[in-house]
């Protein structure tokens, strides 16, 4: 209508916005919904219950991390130490018992050796074949470890009195184990009972 005034016609000026808004008052509608909603959601999501519950879930899946992991490491320190434990007696009780293979290796080369046993007869052990033996132990350590079945496993033998002095000792145990075990026998060495230590051990 134009000014009752003057009598001049009113001119109505538009936005594009308006304009739009005019023209298409649905979409209008459509989209100012939309972009209510789309707030609505980003205020759900960034909401104080909804981070403290996210916090809480990242804490409980670090638990549950640590805790598989402390699981796993004894699940596998459990295998090791009954491993050791068998090995332990696969080593010690031929060292005792039997002379080896061949009987006189102590007499031969390291190659020539086949199986070390340190008996004369059982639980008497042969002077001779403990010094040679404790000669291979400390001379070629990492080739002997593999001829009695030790694998990645540490030894060390031990000929002690009962009074724990030290007669004979060869091989290595390395400080850094995470498992070892000791196995005991008793035994003549020279006229004399002594107490056969074998030491095993192992080291990640």
């Given at each position: ?136 132990l400390d001379n070629n ?13 540490d030894f060390k033998f031990?000929?002690q009195d009962f009074n ?41």
């Open positions: 209508m134009g000014n009752k005034k003057t009598g001049i016609p009113r001119v109505h000026f538009f936005s594009a916005g308006n304009l739009w808004k005019r023209l298409h008052p649905k979409k209008h509608f459509f989209s100012a919904g939309f972009f209510a909603w789309q707030k609505k959601v980003r205020g759900q999501f960034f909401s104080p219950d909804l981070i403290i519950a996210l916090i809480i879930f990242i804490v409980i899946m670090a638990f549950f991390s640590v805790s598989s992991h402390a699981v796993a490491v004894q699940i596998d320190l459990y295998y090791t130490k009954n491993s050791l434990e068998e090995i332990s007696h696969t080593v010690l009780n031929p060292l005792v018992s039997f002379s080896g293979n061949p009987f006189n290796w102590e007499l031969n080369s390291f190659e020539d050796l086949n199986f070390v046993g340190l008996a004369k007869e059982k639980n008497i052990l042969d002077p001779v074949k403990v010094d040679k033996f404790v000669s291979f350590y990492d080739a002997m470890r593999l001829k009695m079945g030790l694998g990645k496993y031990e000929l724990g002095s030290i007669i004979k000792q060869g091989g290595t145990i390395s400080q850094d184990f995470i498992s070892r075990i000791v196995q005991k026998r008793i035994a003549s060495y020279e006229n004399k009972q002594v107490i056969v230590r074998g030491i095993i051990s192992y080291a990640q």
